[in-house]
């Protein structure tokens, strides 16, 4: 029997956890926390050549200026870090590699005087010829980015190429392609290319440490999604020991992967503990301008995809080639290859794989984690290959990819077999939601309109033993506190908490807290990323509210001698319905009870969980097999209506209609919010995101004058966000995550609208207006396909397009 | 940002006596929403800002029937948008305001610093040269008066002489009968700068239609598409033919570069589709016999 009631656990439709104060302006942000006149400040001093020598820097006019109190160089903190791979300094040593590369570091007693001495240091170089073009880079190793590769330190489950540019090699290696291409009716080569995308995050990257000088205790306050994966890479950055890193992780101001791993915390650190420094906090504040070129972005993408088709429209074999271009580092950036690598095949069972799956260094700021982490890459380029193909075969997409859907059970390029999952239905109500199937003419005079579809899905990418831990504290009055390490940043993680401990404890939501986390009071979890926390954490805040409630329960039960199953607790009200007793919760459950033997039993009542996804193996190293790759996949599908205007190539967007299978709905209000915001995220992303370089590497989109993303003018009016729900067995409720997947497929899903509508393919990322003009007029002369690449890189791409061919 | 000062007179003349004390270490902002992000990027280093906000010569919009409309250099891009006599008679001027940035800049930006920023895509350009505007200037030689086509003499630079303001600016009363219409192509639907940007005005006189066009980010200058209005003089129903002359004598006119925003090929093409676009709207709007 059910042994909690409340209006607002699992599934229930709740106000949000900080809304009001995000409303109100009184949630404190990092920049917002003050220090008083201890503070000092940090500017970061950049390179201002793409990849050189660095000969001197000469800092002695910085020193002159009034308020600034050291500077130092990447010589003066000599330590590497990175999540999986340890390619990363704060600061360029000996040599820099991207234009923008932190060369130095200015700390002064206000921001201006900081800024002042970053204007006044000069540095020279003798220049290297650099590398932006990840083919090219990929293949010939004339430049390399990262000669010293090989004494990198990096997790078993990558595998960099010392030697070459290649920071990460994922393969998959499954049945026999050769031979199966050879018996193929039909063979469709199709590329796809995307460049780096920001995730335009509201609030910048903000950090301040302190290095206590009597003990070495380093406090970190920052913007960061994980606070403890933070304390991780610091710790074994410096070789220092856990107990003596506090990472506080003030509410951020998004973060979409942007603020996962270490980002800016290192360089800060550079100066905090700087002999001449330690004891005063530094603050390092990320102006709007530099935050692209301090932290990474979304990589830059080249795929290479090769189906072979039979007869009947079964896909019978696939050959990927991905080039992720990482930029300098591929620290963080190596996962999201291996995960795009381990999910090749998407939606579709295929028997015979063989994917290679590469981060590739160029002399350019780096990539790392973004929502859709790989998959918005590979399903970019693989739905749009689809489509291409459908047509090729002769069949209706929606038909042809019904045709070879990965069904529950069948394997995945991994040999992992599919969880369950109602795809099926879902693209039923997608097609039906936005017309898929009616040609409809377009609402807005001499516009022509298009339909597109496609397929998502994801598995949370992440190591095998990625942990969770939560404890749940019951306050003398019978309101809850619960320590859960995951950032909320807008996801609503501590609104689904307070539904799930709600529903374990039958105490209403109004009644229960979640802090944001502080490695000192919060107990270890690895990473907000990964659409993991409602899963992974979900386990075990529902494990550490249960063993709170079981310990609530016992005292109650000896208190009023009666079963600990014949007690309720609901509303927040401890009822036991035999003996007529109904007490809310009072100071007894903090202070202890007076038993009827006359002892005092209990105190703080005070629950544990812990979690370790148990069966997750790596994929092999030379095959990419494992017989559970990951932990599940969540899938869905988005239909896009558009219409385009011929004469300038402006793209508006109907409707769209995106569902995916999410298990279970804990939190209904932000599943709503998160496919809502992730479409747009998506749509965006595909009609105008990209970053540019000139041909000497300096960034020309640093920053919102020139990277645009959609404004709500740009967004639909019309957007259908729904969800299916088929439990997942290994779940707290069922659920699976569904935080990253609504941003992966819009981009192909508009690609392929586009394609309807005005008969041309365009293969290149983003569908901006003067590219899709651009098509527009290409079809006129009788094109079929539309290639562009990235700005001053386009000439080196289309010798590589012609290497391939 | 670096640090700086700010003065805040209360006087035109005494903003002219700290222009002059200061002299090219002294910069003038009116809503600031351009020169702070300059200064931010280093792209200029006053250690003065002399802030107009308090000098009330400055201030406010004012019609006089048949004459013209002045508009103080305070006069902020909201302000310009919502004014009646505005809405009734100069409505490429409203387009273009209505173009410019979003709700909350424009709040703060004025229509005079837009024009004395000089930045080619600035919104408000193409419509003071159609408008032939004429700004009155205070500096340290008195008063003067510079006609717009004499303004803008190159990216973010402007005839204006060290230390002086600009107090107003005059957009003539274009005449009972007229239409006209500001077109702008971004890379979105809001807060964005003009790839191109074209401003039309129809004017049934007495020597029948006359056409004013001019197109902004197109070009080191604004650019007046003589050239096509030419081509469409005394036409009142332009059809499909003469549209695509004007269009290319306008695409002709102009001389864009290649950035991160368009290629000087697709702003060709965009300044010749609205071209096309502006002059139809126009004259359909002068057809059913209404003005502006
Ligand atoms: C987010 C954002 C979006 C924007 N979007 C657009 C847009 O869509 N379209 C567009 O055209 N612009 C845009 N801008 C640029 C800017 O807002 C405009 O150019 C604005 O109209 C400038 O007016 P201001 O009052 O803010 O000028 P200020 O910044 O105060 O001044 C601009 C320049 O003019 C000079 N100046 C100002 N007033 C006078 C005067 N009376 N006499 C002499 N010199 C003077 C200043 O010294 C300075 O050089 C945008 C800016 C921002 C920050």
Not at chain 1, 347 to 376: E, H, M, Q
Not at chain 1, 430 to 458: H, M, Q, S, Y
Not at chain 1, 551 to 557: G, V
Not at chain 2, 38 to 66: C, N, Q, T
Request: proline share 6%; glycine share 10%.
């Amino acid at each position: 029997m059910k042994q909690t009631v409340t209006k607002n656990g699992i599934g229930a439709w709740t106000e949000r956890k900080y809304d009001v104060e995000k409303a109100a302006g009184t949630l404190a942000f990092t920049d917002d926390l003050r220090f008083g006149p201890e503070l000092l400040h940090a500017r970061a001093v950049r390179s201002t050549v793409a990849h050189g020598e660095i000969l001197s820097i000469d800092f002695s006019e910085a020193l002159k200026v009034k308020g600034v109190v050291k500077v130092v160089t990447g010589k003066d903190f000599v330590h590497r870090f990175g999540l999986y791979l340890m390619d990363r300094t704060p600061m360029a040593i000996g040599k820099v590699r991207y234009m923008g590369e932190p060369v130095a570091l200015v700390i002064a007693e206000s921001e201006e005087a900081a800024e002042e001495g970053m204007l006044k240091v000069t540095a020279k170089y003798r220049e290297l010829p650099p590398i932006f073009d990840p083919v090219k880079a990929a293949t010939d190793n004339s430049v390399l980015v990262h000669p010293e590769l090989e004494t990198y330190d990096h997790v078993d489950f990558i595998t960099p190429f010392p030697g070459t540019n290649i920071g990460n090699w994922f393969r998959i290696r499954r049945g026999d392609v050769d031979k199966a291409f050879s018996e193929a009716e039909y063979i469709v080569e199709e590329a796809v290319n995307c460049p780096q995308i920001a995730h335009g995050f509201l609030e910048p990257h903000c950090c301040i440490c302190r290095e206590d000088p009597a003990t070495g205790d380093l406090t970190i306050w920052s913007t960061a999604q994980s606070a403890f994966a933070l304390r991780d890479i610091v710790s074994k950055g410096l070789k220092y020991p856990l107990s003596k890193i506090r990472v506080i992780a003030p509410p951020i101001g998004g973060g979409f992967g942007g603020k996962a791993g270490m980002t800016v915390e290192a360089l800060c650190l550079a100066g905090a503990m700087n002999p001449d420094v330690r004891g005063r906090p530094v603050k390092l504040y990320i102006p709007r301008e530099e935050v692209l070129l301090t932290s990474w972005v979304r990589q830059a993408y080249v795929a290479k995809i090769k189906l072979g088709i039979d007869k009947d429209g079964k896909i019978i074999a696939i050959r990927n080639t991905f080039y992720f271009d990482t930029g300098i580092s591929a620290e963080y950036g190596a996962n999201p290859v291996r995960s795009a690598g381990y999910s090749s095949t998407g939606c579709y069972y295929i028997p015979n794989v063989w994917t290679d799956s590469y981060a590739v260094y160029t002399n350019k700021p780096f990539g790392g984690a973004y929502r859709g982490f790989g998959l918005p890459e590979l399903m970019g380029a693989m739905e749009v290959v689809i489509d291409i193909a459908a047509r090729k075969v002769g069949m209706d997409p929606i038909e042809f990819r019904l045709k070879n859907i990965l069904k529950p059970g069948l394997p995945t390029c991994t040999g992992m077999p599919m969880n369950n999952h109602a795809l099926d239905t879902i693209v039923g109500k997608v097609v039906d939601r936005i017309r898929l199937n009616e040609k409809e003419p377009a609402t807005r005079k001499g516009w022509v309109r298009g339909k597109g579809f496609a397929l998502a899905l994801k598995a949370p990418a992440m190591p095998a033993d990625a942990a969770s831990s939560a404890i749940v504290k019951i306050l003398g009055d019978g309101t809850v506190e619960v320590l859960a390490a995951t950032m909320d940043m807008g996801q609503g993680a501590y609104t689904a908490y307070s539904q799930m401990v709600s529903e374990e404890l039958g105490i209403p939501i109004e009644k229960i807290r979640c802090p944001y986390p502080d490695t000192q009071s919060h107990p270890y979890d690895w990473q907000t990323v990964a659409s993991r926390s409602c899963w992974s954490m979900g386990m075990a805040v529902k494990r550490a509210a249960s063993d709170a409630r079981q310990k609530l329960l016992a005292l109650y039960a000896e208190y009023w001698q009666v079963e600990p199953e014949s007690i309720t607790i609901e509303h927040g009200i401890v009822k036991c319905r035999k003996k007529g007793k109904a007490e809310p919760i009072d100071e007894h459950i903090q202070s202890g009870f007076p038993m009827p033997d006359g002892n005092y039993k209990g105190g703080p009542v005070i629950g544990t969980g812990s979690f370790v996804p148990p069966d997750v193996i790596y994929p092999d190293a030379e095959t990419g097999q494992s017989p559970k790759s990951v932990v599940h996949f969540t899938v869905g599908a988005v239909g896009i209506d558009v219409e385009v205007d011929p004469a300038t190539g402006a793209v508006e967007v109907n409707k769209v209609s995106a569902g995916y299978d999410v298990g279970k709905a804990i939190s209904p209000v932000n599943v709503k919010g998160q496919i809502e915001g992730g479409t747009v995220q998506g749509i965006s992303a595909g009609l105008m995101e990209g970053m540019y370089y000139d041909e000497h590497g300096k960034l020309l989109t640093p920053d919102f004058t020139d990277y645009k993303i959609a404004t709500a003018l740009d967004v639909p009016p019309d957007l259908d966000a729904f969800w299916e729900e088929t439990p997942e067995e290994l779940s707290p409720y069922g659920n699976r995550g569904v935080g990253e997947h609504s941003m992966i497929s819009p981009a192909p899903a508009m690609d392929n609208a586009l394609f309807d509508a005005l008969g041309i393919r365009i293969h290149s990322y983003p569908l901006g207006r003067e590219r899709v003009y651009k098509a527009i007029q290409a079809k006129k002369k009788g094109e079929t396909d539309l290639w562009e690449y990235p700005y001053a890189l386009e000439q080196s791409y289309k010798n590589a397009i012609k290497e391939w061919k | 940002m670096l640090a700086f000062e700010m003065e805040r007179p209360r006087s035109l003349a005494s903003a002219a006596e700290i222009l002059e004390k200061h002299g090219s270490q002294a910069m003038v902002k009116a809503g600031g929403t351009d020169v702070l992000v300059w200064m931010r990027k280093h792209a200029v280093h006053p250690e003065v800002l002399v802030d107009l906000s308090e000098i009330p010569e400055l201030k406010g919009i004012s019609f006089y029937p048949h004459r013209g409309i002045k508009i103080g250099a305070l006069a902020t891009v909201n302000e310009t948008a919502e004014n009646e006599d505005v809405k009734r008679c100069y409505p490429a001027l409203r387009d273009a305001c209505l173009s410019h940035s979003d709700v909350l800049i424009r709040n703060k930006a004025t229509v005079l610093g837009n024009i004395c920023a000089s930045v080619p895509s600035g919104d408000l350009i193409p419509a003071f040269a159609v408008h032939e505007a004429v700004l009155h200037v205070f500096g340290p030689g008195g008063e003067r008066d510079i006609f717009f086509s004499d303004f803008i003499t190159g990216p973010r630079k402007n005839s204006l002489m060290p230390g002086e303001i600009v107090v107003s600016a005059t957009l003539p009363f274009p005449g009972e009968r007229s239409a006209g219409c500001y077109l702008k192509l971004a890379r979105r639907n809001a807060l964005d700068l003009a790839q191109v940007g074209v401003a039309c005005l129809a004017v049934d006189g007495e020597a029948g239609r006359t056409y004013r066009i001019a197109c902004g980010a197109v070009a080191p200058r604004p650019v007046r598409a003589t050239g096509a209005e030419k081509i469409l003089e005394g036409v009142t129903a332009p059809g499909d033919d003469l549209l695509d002359r004007a269009g290319k004598a306008a695409a002709e006119a102009s001389n864009p570069i290649t950035d991160v925003r368009a290629s000087r090929e697709y702003r060709l093409s965009m300044v010749d589709e609205l071209t096309k676009r502006a002059v139809a709207l126009c004259a359909e709007r002068l057809q059913g016999g209404r003005a502006s």
